[in-house]
């Protein structure tokens, strides 16, 4: 077996994330440090012509054709503490192969698997947000729930990194869960891969190892684990089925770190991480009348919130919410938020998709929508979706066979 505390041939990247502590405000890193830079990375390794190696991957990884990436949802930079004494190997490779990326912004899933997929920030691939307004209209679409309308290949127009390296003779897998296949979000960030499914730890590392050995050639397999997100969403992080779910993620670590053929590099990222919000930091916008005078659809999730407001409203909403909220979160612009860089560039199709303003919370506030949103949201410990360390910062871990 590979010893995960033996750490890659020659010297890890410094970390780019200043530690300010995990309510700090931090910005993400497009384009040398965010989760967007992983796949482009990999390809650059694989010797995808135009691949850019935007972390500095090549020196680690020289001699390797095969790459697999595994996103373990929920796994923050932040949570590897809490999690060491159920997951060893990955506090072993935590300290030893590990270094801080950011996630994109908003530090929510569906916008950072699609970024991870699509190798570019948010503002060009367009998912920007669990739930975003369809512009034009009322609707709210949840990119969890998305059925196929609107049309994914429209909705996220960029050439996913899946679909390039296959064009260049990379063998291509896409492993996630069975319900999966076939979905909006899927199609929006996976497509161009062979989509295998897999229920569970034990089917998910058989399956990506079997992929990763399959053929002779250059190789790239991503998995996606779900589960400790979904504990710490329903239980709190660190709670007792959190620690179940990070011994899973070991369990898991251990027999694709085991199973890696010579020539084969593993790298484990995340999509976001979490933390716990008290219940005295809860806000239900829907039940505060400030708060919903002049505004008339509320979408993002309980960290971020997007609002569109009535013609004319702006100015009485964006001063009606920073007087209620106050320091318990920012409230910008749509503007404000793309002048400062928040999504990356945004392509002029996807400005509809950004609220009016953009209300982001700070250290562990919750804007709830109890009537507007269904009720398991507000009965949730643990959330992510704004731009504090605890959320934004991702690890990548990088193991060689």
Known sequence: MTDPRRPPTGPAPAAPVPDGGPLAVVPPRYGGGSLADVVPSALAVLGVPGAVDLLGLAPRLAGVRRVAVLLVDGLGWYQIPAAAPYA?????????????????????????????GAGVAPGAHGVLGFTVRVPGTDRVLNHIDWAGDPEPLRWQPVRTQWE????????????????????????????????????????????MLAALAAGPGPTLVSGYHPDLDRHGHLSGVDSMPWRAAAAEVDALLAR?????????????????????VPAAHRIDLDTDPRLRAGVRVVAGEPRVRYLHVAPGALDDVRAAWAAVLGPAARVQTREEAVAAGRFGPVSPDHLGR???????????YALLASRSEPPAVSRL????????????????????G
């Open 88 to 116: 060893p190997i990955l506090a072993g490779l935590a300290a030893t192969a590990g270094r801080p990326l950011t996630a994109g912004f908003p530090s929510t899933t569906p916008t950072s698997l699609a970024s991870l």
């Open 354 to 364: 950004v609220g009016d303003l953009v209300v982001t919370c700070a250290g562990t």
């Open 164 to 207: 390039r390296a296959r064009a260049a003779g990379v063998a291509v897998t896409v492993v996630s869960r069975p319900e999966f296949a076939g979905s909006g979000l899927t199609l929006a960030a996976n497509r161009g891969g062979d989509y295998r499914g897999a229920a569970g730890v034990d089917a998910l590392a058989t399956t």
């Open 256 to 276: 694709l770190v085991d199973g890696l053929p010579a020539d084969a590099a593993l790298l484990v990222t995340a999509d976001h991480g979490q933390l716990d």
């Open 381 to 400: 410990v643990a959330y992510h979706g704004a731009d504090t360390a605890a959320e934004m910062t991702v690890p990548l871990l990088v193991v060689r």
